[in-house]
């Protein structure tokens, strides 16, 4: 393993809260995709969040991340008002996150793409030649198995996806947001996320994890959000939210099924 310290400045699991989100609303065209929605992160945990198509989920990435301004509600990191801040401020002030669809520079090397990450981020390494020898360490600790010289076009699914992750790790970020990121993975890739992720929360880190594969979900995470129509379900642990009627009626109530298997 790396030693790259990929975690954010200091510190292991407490319950101090990272990430409030309180009273959401996000009005999409015609669409309430947030409605009233409140929770809180604690520090250093994994909260994954399951839910239909159209429950918000994304929605709520977006929120939290500045790309989508609530109409109602307040977006809190360690206590401090980032509501509808852009995204190069919630970045800045510690926020990151991957997308389910990859988003890369085309036109850039796998590395390249990592080291604008980590040029504009929160590691405060400005050199280029630094930059790009931190992208190849975090590179290395997400498993991508390409060259590191390769453009995005050129990339497998895998690699494409773990492309996705090393940028957001890039930023070291406090709160990490991820949107399907082991999705499609085959079986041994999607172990090597899940002990990357349990790693990360060590280092007091924070993730929000979307992701449709109740099995992925299961293994990984301290609490489930289950969301349906811009709600907030239920919260509560894998295990309280799989024996939940209201959360499973979401999933296999005849709308929605999503495979328990990975
Ligand atoms: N740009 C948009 N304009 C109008 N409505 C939108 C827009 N983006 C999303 N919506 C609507 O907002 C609601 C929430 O969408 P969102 O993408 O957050 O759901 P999701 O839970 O992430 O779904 P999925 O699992 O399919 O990614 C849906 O009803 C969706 O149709």
Redesign the pocket.
Known sequence: MSAVSVGPAAGGPDAEPALEVRGLGVR??E?W?LRDLTLVLPRGRIIGVV?P???????LINVICGQVAPHRGRVLLYGRDITGAPPWRTVAAGVARTF?EPRAFADMSARENVATGVRNGRYRIRGRRAALALADELLERVGFASSPHALPGWLDFADSRRLELAKALALRPRVLLLDEVLAGLRAPEVEHGLELLSDLRTTGMTILYVEHVMKIILAVSDQVLAMDD?RKLMVGTPQEVLADPRSMESYLGGRHVYPLGG
């Open positions: 999409l065209g669409t995709a839910g198509n159209g429950a918000g989920k994304s929605t389910q811009g």
